[in-house]
């Protein structure tokens, strides 16, 4: 039913300037390539669904403090599917191509001597 699927992604971080850090990153958060083959006997043979997505993010970290960060930056996501299910009486669907942007804000807490460590970039 669901043969294989890869998803890939990159990231790149540097060091801006001591306390300013960039990164940028490539990734497909969702996807699926299901097929249910034809002449199996199960009741959704024939079926498949495919969905993928692509996420850029960009993101800018500011060390505050020795322990204390905060971070900001801005995602851009794109989405599509289509599905056929021809056992609901040959139900076929496509779903427009869309695409959206977006932001994340966040802080992080370190404490390296006591190994605590919060969300980091």
Known sequence: MSGD???VGAAYKTALRDGLDAALT????FG???AY????????AGS?????GTAITAVLKFRMAKTIS????????TLNAQVSVPF???YTAVGAPDAALG????AAFAKPESASRGRDL
């Open 5 to 7: 699927y890869v998803g």
């Open 32 to 34: 699926a390539d299901v």
């Open 37 to 44: 083959p034809g002449g199996s006997g199960y009741s959704a």
């Open 26 to 29: 490539v990734e497909q958060p």
């Open 48 to 52: 498949t669904a495919e969905l993928n």
């Open 103 to 106: 932001y994340l804000v966040g």
């Open 70 to 77: 905060v971070f900001g930056g801005l995602r851009y996501q």
């Open 88 to 90: 609901l009486a040959s």
